[in-house]
């Protein structure tokens, strides 16, 4: 028996997030390019004789049972192959900020599934991993592989895009949490006024131009948000372009804002003088699909 399977889970941005509606399902309509950075968390899955599945970390409030995403793929992943471990311990480093929009749960999830698959000879590609992700939750699907995907429907719906640029990208958590359903609810009270210019983003995308990409960046979760809040993201999305972001945005309904950075260096400097400020920051860069042929 395998003692430890180790995986990355990547962190994704939004980088424009656009919700067209309700389908019959209940579930909101998104349409949203989304795109892997190297930054993620550490996941080490120990199988074991006894005990069923279950989450240690070094965050406490983290769930360690069934509400865990980790635990759920590691439980759906032997239901639909019947490989796998019958019991095992995954170990998450937590490293992406919780309840920051940026798929933290999403891409532990995925990586259980990628590990396993790789780990168990499962044979799954691309589109079986992602079928099965699927099952899990609506970010699931694009963490399988990552990169840069334009996502629709409740977000599972992909199509793979020209891959952007590496380019260095500041992440900064302000010290509150968002709740994705909350704001769903939000949205669906105010009229929507403005919306990302998402056709054109791809297309800015499609021809390498990041100072087009920059300027289309946009999230609609930004106008649902209480005013002290929305506040607080301006003031980040403020610092991020004074320090040289080429543009910035909250990721999924937040709370965490990036910048995308022509210079890591601009970006590097960057981190240190939000520290500074007392801001949680990152630096990360973008990141291509991933290779998932075993």
Partial sequence: MTMEIREKAFAKLNICLDVTGKMEDGYHSIRSVMQSVSFGDDITIVPKDKGGYYVQSNIKYLPTGEKNIAVRACRLFRQET?????????????????????????????????????????????????????????????????????????????????????????????????????????????????????????????????????????NVFEDALTKNRKTVINGIKSRLLDLGALGACMSGSGSAVYGLFYSGEQARTAVEILEGEGIESFYTVTSQELDLSV
């Fill in 82 to 218: 019947g490989l796998g471990p019958e019991h095992a311990l995954i170990i998450i480093d937590k490293k992406i900020p919780i309840c920051g929009g940026l798929g933290g749960g999403s891409t532990d999830g995925a990586a259980v599934l990628r590990a396993l698959n790789r780990e168990y000879k499962a044979g799954l590609d691309k589109a079986g991993l992602e079928a099965m992700a699927s099952k899990l939750g609506s970010d699931v699907p694009f963490c399988i592989a990552g990169g840069t995907v334009f996502a629709e429907g409740r977000g599972d719906r992909l199509t793979r895009l020209t891959p952007l640029p590496e380019s260095p990208v500041v992440i900064c958590k302000p010290d509150f949490t968002s709740s994705t359903p909350d704001l769903f609810a939000a949205l669906d009270r105010i009229k929507i006024k403005v919306r990302p210019d998402t056709d054109g983003l791809i297309d800015a995308i499609n021809k390498g131009d990041l100072m087009e990409v920059a300027r289309r960046m946009f």
